[in-house]
């Protein structure tokens, strides 16, 4: 009996679930004003769990992070930086620009010393790709003419141009000692644990900073870095050519020449958003535009489930989602919006699924206290709580925002160039130059477990060897699939 309703259930859910009985009162997005309306709320509740500009608190920063001994919360460093990037789109969507003073200080205050993103304090976990992921939320504010910085500060491009130079600097470094050909190392300092694997993380966030650069600026030369990075990817297979799946990352020790093949989408979603800024850059090249394509097509079969977002690593088992995990859903629905303006043949397939995702995820905020916090189970059609210590609420505040703002991409402007931007930019070469390839100047060390982006964290470090091959074999799964 039991059984039977289970196979029921799964069936059911097999079949992909896009209309949700349940009528969320609280969020409505069937108009634009009522999109709009729902974003600051969720903008609102998201914000109350930054603590960033209260008195004797760390600009920029999440509460964590989760290895400190003073816990305060589970965010990493890196996830402060995906904070900031979701509240400089909610200003690009809504035109609310109550939170843009909390945004502009969290994104300078982490810049660090040399307006690299290499704060001496985030030296512990210091990877490529967080560093990125700040770098990405200063790119994405030049692009959609985020209000400037103060005279005097960094402004929004140097930032992510310093982040450019000095990752383009390690790259060539592992060019000339021929680890793997190439690439860039999940981790930064070399003391860090994690700094022998290669990850499409770090080296697919770079190729995207790469390929916005180059579109925003109008240089070749950060086109020919993106192009040496998607090449290098298809080379030690991180990137299928031909089925458009981005496998995880490889060891050095093995000269990545065995990947690891679990799927994550934020890895996809770093790959498919760069490649459509280069089939724009390219004035719609075939190449771009085959290569855009495909990778399109793979991230919306893997992601989605019934046309609504699914983190297919980890969903499948609810305790296997990390905190950084649960705020995968919210680059896939910001990033495809942005696709779907560079590459407007895109654009009728994407905002249909973009709607459908968004109307599931906001149908399932009735949690908590406040009977509108969101999960982020949304093929589930009910509030299912992450709980336990993965989260308390960011990620899937963030996502669930992050969906909503998607659906409003029909009317706002597509990234910017530096020809149409209103912003001062400069794009300093010399940017991020007192910058070495150890970390910020602060101690490197091994001793706090490496955050990543996640995906990486959990399949790299094994901390525990059953979530390891749960996660591989899923991603074996999903290859297949
Ligand atoms: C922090 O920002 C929030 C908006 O998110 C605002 O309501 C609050 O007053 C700010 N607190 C301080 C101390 O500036
Ligand atoms: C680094 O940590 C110190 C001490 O907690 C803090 O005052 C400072 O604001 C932090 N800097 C950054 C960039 O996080
Ligand atoms: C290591 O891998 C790279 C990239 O696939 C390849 O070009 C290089 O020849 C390999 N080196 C050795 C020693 O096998
Ligand atoms: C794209 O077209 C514009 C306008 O014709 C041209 O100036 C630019 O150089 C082209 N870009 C590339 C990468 O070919
Ligand atoms: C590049 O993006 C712009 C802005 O959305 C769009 O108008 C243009 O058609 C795109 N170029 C190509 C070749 O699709
Ligand atoms: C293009 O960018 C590179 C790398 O930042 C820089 O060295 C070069 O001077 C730039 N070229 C132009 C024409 O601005
Ligand atoms: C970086 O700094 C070094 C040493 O100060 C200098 O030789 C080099 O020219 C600088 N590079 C750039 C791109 O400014
Ligand atoms: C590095 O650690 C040493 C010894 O603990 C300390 O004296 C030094 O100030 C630290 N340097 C930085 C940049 O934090």
Request: glycine share 10%; proline share 4%.
């Amino acid at each position: 009996m039991v059984t039977t309703l289970v196979s029921a259930l799964a069936a059911f859910m097999a079949l992909g679930v896009s209309v949700f009985p349940v009528v969320n009162a609280e969020y409505d997005i069937s108009t634009r004003q009522a999109a709009i309306d729902s974003s600051r709320t969720l903008a609102y509740d998201l914000m109350t769990i930054y603590k960033g500009n209260q008195s004797g608190q760390i600009p920029g920063l999440l509460p964590g992070p989760p290895s400190s001994r003073t816990t305060e919360g589970v965010y990493w460093w890196w996830q402060g930086g995906a904070l900031m990037g979701t509240m400089v789109d909610y200003y690009h969507y809504t035109g609310d620009d109550t939170y843009n003073h909390v945004v502009t200080e969290g994104l300078l205050w982490q810049a660090g010393p040399n307006n690299d993103y290499m704060p001496p304090n985030a030296t512990a976990e210091l990877s490529n790709d967080d560093q990125c992921q700040w770098a990405i939320s200063a790119m994405l504010a030049a692009e959609n003419g985020f209000p400037n910085p103060p005279k005097g500060s960094a402004q929004w491009l140097d930032l992510a141009n310093a982040v450019y130079q000095s990752q383009v600097r390690r790259w060539d470094q592992e060019e000339k000692s021929d680890v793997c050909g190439g690439g860039l190392r999940w981790q930064v300092p070399p003391t860090n644990v994690g700094y022998d694997y290669k990850n499409s993380a770090s080296t697919g966030c770079f190729f995207n900073l790469a390929s916005r650069l180059a579109r925003y600026t109008g240089n070749a030369t950060y086109a020919a870095s993106a192009e040496k990075a998607w090449d290098w990817l298809v080379a030690v297979k991180l990137v299928d050519a031909t089925t458009g799946a981005v496998a995880d990352g490889a060891r050095t020790s093995t000269n990545c020449s065995t990947v690891n093949t679990a799927q994550f989408s934020l890895n996809a979603g770093y790959i498919l958003e760069g490649s459509a800024f280069l089939y724009n850059y390219t004035n719609g090249t075939e190449t771009w535009k085959d290569r855009t394509n495909t990778l399109a097509t793979a991230i919306l079969k893997t992601f989605f489930k019934g046309e609504v977002a699914y983190e297919v690593a980890c969903e499948p088992k609810h305790e296997m989602c990390t905190s950084d995990m649960l705020m995968y859903k919210g680059f896939l629905h910001r990033w495809l919006a942005v696709v779907s303006q560079l590459m407007p043949t895109l654009e009728a397939t994407f905002s249909s699924m973009l709607q459908k995702s968004a109307a599931a995820a906001v149908a399932q905020c009735t949690g908590g206290k406040s009977g509108r916090e969101c999960g982020f189970y949304w093929t589930e059609g009910k509030y299912v709580s992450t709980g336990g210590t993965a989260s308390s609420g960011a990620g899937e505040q963030m996502d669930v925002l992050a969906a909503v703002l998607s659906t409003l991409v029909g009317g706002v402007s597509a990234p910017a160039t530096a020809n149409s931007a209103t912003g001062t930019v400069s794009g300093n070469p010399a940017a991020g130059n007192g910058t070495t390839t150890t970390g910020g100047g602060g101690n490197a060390t091994s001793t706090a477990p490496p955050s990543s982006t996640s995906s990486s964290a959990a399949v790299y470090m094994g901390a525990s060897g059953v979530l390891m091959s749960a996660l591989v074999g899923l991603g074996a799964l999903a290859v297949a699939a």
